[in-house]
């Protein structure tokens, strides 16, 4: 009698442990499909904020080239993506709250697509206080201008492929890192050229500092993707730890 207690105590801590293994492995199958889901989301969303940057650069060069009907086009494209991101933003986040079974770093990855997010933010409003101020910026200022533009867009660029880096290959995080602060750093550069040159030019004082603000948005897009790298340095830190 006392044997087939013995079997029975067995028998259940056999089971027991047989419905652990099958719990822990149906948790990990949707951890994993949970992974796969949100990266899918998350590419996505990197593509979103690259083709902002693309089609900012080219809204820019159309204005600079007085396409004035082809950049507001390009202004409703970028509305279209920033409502596109927005909306994807908050899907992920959704998501993440209702689904993710590994909550630690849940945080920083909505700290990520949010920063980020704002990225677009800044590229739209630029665009936007072109279309509603029609800044009459002369010809000689087109070259500065443009270089400006693309040192912000580059900042961008690198700043997607940091964040996909943070994802998919940490050890790559740095490397793009360093890269936006380089284009940053250029933006700020050039800008500073251009509003130099801005105000050497023979014309009303008025029309200087309206360029000056045009100008120093341009450079504010680099800026915000550098604000993002910063949190982003601290959180591919803490997940080396």
């Known amino acids: 009698m006392r044997g087939v207690k013995c079997l029975t105590k067995n028998s259940l801590r056999i089971t027991c442990k047989k419905d652990e293994n099958v719990i822990e492995g149906e948790n990990m199958a ?35 080239e007085g396409r004035i009907e082809q950049f507001e086009e390009r202004l409703t494209q970028i509305r279209d993506f920033e409502h596109r991101a927005d909306d994807l933003r908050v899907s992920i986040e959704r998501f993440l709250y ?19 997010d704002e990225v677009i933010d800044n590229m739209k409003d630029s665009l936007l206080q072109f279309s509603i101020e029609m800044p009459e910026i002369p010809g000689e200022l087109n070259d500065l201008w443009m270089q400006t533009t693309k040192a912000s867009v580059a900042a961008v660029e690198q700043l997607v492929y940091a964040v996909r880096s ?7 995080v740095n490397n793009y890192i360093h890269k936006v602060y380089f284009f940053e750093r250029e933006a700020d550069h050039i800008g500073e050229r251009l ?20 100008a120093i948005h341009i450079e504010k897009i680099s800026d915000a ?12 830190i803490k997940r080396q730890l």
């Open 30 to 64: 949707l951890l994993l499909k949970t992974t796969r889901f949100v990266e899918s989301q998350i590419d996505t969303f990197l593509d979103i904020v690259s083709d902002s940057a693309t089609t900012f650069q080219l809204a820019v060069e159309d204005y600079l």
């Open 166 to 172: 943070f994802f998919r290959d940490l050890s790559a």
């Open 98 to 116: 209702e689904r993710t079974l590994i909550p630690e770093n849940r945080g920083d990855v909505l700290a990520i697509l949010e920063n980020t």
């Open 195 to 214: 509003r130099r040159q801005i105000f050497a030019m023979q014309i009303e004082l008025s029309r200087k500092s309206q360029l000056r603000y045009f």
């Open 225 to 236: 993707a550098q604000n993002v790298c910063d949190r982003l340095s601290i959180y591919t």
